[in-house]
């Protein structure tokens, strides 16, 4: 069974950087059949699509976030990660990691809250 379980702090400071680690057991992040998903929520808002990791490493990136996000993996622990710099609060949402198999998301975190405040 596949499970992807996201870590990160409950609140942040503006302008800091929020860093978010998706933990996955029962499938491999260097398997060349999937990729490997960021994806948020805001509050009273849609799904935003934020940036993915392919097997090999590869990182495409949301175009009007890529400036202050980078997406990163340490395969020792079948880990992806994701850092958000220069956050506000409008980076205050529920964010999911997600595995991509073809052009869907088959399986999906149970999502963690971030709230941006002082």
């Known amino acids: 069974q596949v499970q992807l379980q996201e870590s990160a702090p409950a609140l942040v400071k503006p302008s800091q950087t929020l860093s978010l680690t998706c933990t996955v057991s029962?499938?491999?992040?260097?398997?060349?059949?999937?990729?490997w998903n960021w994806i948020r929520q805001p509050p009273g808002k849609g799904l935003e699509w934020m940036g993915i990791i392919l097997w090999d490493g590869s990182t495409y990136y949301n175009p009007s976030l890529k400036s202050r996000t980078s997406v990163s993996r340490d395969t020792s622990k079948n880990q992806f990660s994701l850092q958000l710099s220069s956050v506000t609060p409008e980076d205050t949402a529920l964010y999911y990691c997600?595995?991509?198999?073809?052009?869907?998301?088959?399986?999906w975190g149970q999502g963690t809250q971030v709230t941006v405040s002082s």
């Open positions: 029962g499938a491999s992040i260097t398997s060349n059949d999937y990729a």
């Open positions: 997600t595995r991509v198999s073809y052009v869907s998301c088959d399986y």
